[in-house]
């Protein structure tokens, strides 16, 4: 093996003399009439397990008569790591998410219990503009003479 699950390989065309293939090996099935079993508890805890005890068990995969099986369990641990890493993003991203919620809802409620909505109730005017403007499909809109009409295309 050339490095952790890949080997060095040459095609049927190809010899020594030629640059080989680096390619990826996989554990190889064996084809039974007997169901697949799910891994059992037992295994699934020496792949994800201790640094000591997962390479006790990656060398005994490396006594076995495929290669694959070892490549396989390397890339099952690393897999595993890499899923928590991305578990741990998840949740931190999701902490944030739920802080910002928070404070706009508690900034929100500032806003109300201030009565904003009464004291700037001369506002509601530009956010209908801002609804009609959203649904048209024609351009954007322009001030024209105290009121908005539509902005010919191409032209400022």
Known sequence: MADEGMVLAYTKEQGPESDPYLVPIHAAPIFSLEPIDPIPQWLHQLLIGQ?????????????????????DITRYCE????????????????????????????????????RVP?????????????????RSNDGPQVAFR?????????HA
């Open 79 to 114: 897999y595993n790591d890499e899923m928590a890493n991305i578990n741990t993003c998840i949740e931190q991203l999701q902490a944030e998410a739920d802080s910002v919620r928070l404070a706009k809802l508690l900034c929100k409620g500032r806003l109300e219990a201030a």
């Open 118 to 134: 009464k004291q700037l109730v001369h506002m509601e005017c530009l956010a209908l503009v801002f609804m009609c403007r959203e």
């Open 51 to 71: 640094s000591a005890i997962f390479h006790m068990l990656v060398n005994a995969a490396k006594k076995l008569d495929d290669w694959g099986i070892a490549a």
């Open 146 to 154: 105290g009121g908005w009409k539509h902005q010919a295309q191409g």
